[in-house]
């Protein structure tokens, strides 16, 4: 089993940048795939990026590609999003998530953390 905690949100400008960390207790955490969701005010949560338990493969939806970067440091037990060029609509709550399947699918994930809120102001 693994815990989850983000951290690194907050609120920030249109067209800034911001990085949210993921930092996980276990020893397996190395063995788990890392996606990172969000979800916004009525909104469903939706997918924002994934990486392998390498961190060899990276995944993101279209609309995040070039602006978002995810990463893993397996020896720090921690996984990051870069996040350039903010836009108001990236607005959100976000999660970080463990499983065992490169997925862009939550249900495919096991394991949560409790969220982080990221504002963008217009």
């Known amino acids: 089993q693994v815990q989850l905690v983000e951290s690194g949100g907050g609120l920030v400008q249109a067209g800034d940048s911001l990085t949210l960390s993921c930092a996980a207790s276990g020893r397996t955490f190395s063995s788990y795939v890392v996606g990172w969701f969000r979800q916004a005010p009525g909104k469903e949560r939706e997918f924002v990026a994934a990486v392998t338990q390498s961190g060899s493969n990276r995944r993101y939806t279209r609309s995040d590609l070039g602006r978002f970067t995810i990463s893993r440091d397996n020896a720090k037990n921690t996984v990051y999003l870069q996040m350039n060029s903010l836009k108001p609509e990236d607005t959100a709550v976000y999660y970080c998530?463990?499983?065992?399947?490169?997925?862009?699918?939550?249900?495919?994930?096991?394991?949560w953390g409790q969220g982080t809120q990221v504002t963008v102001s217009s």
């Open positions: 998530a463990g499983g065992s399947y490169f997925s862009a699918n939550d249900d495919q994930y096991d394991y």
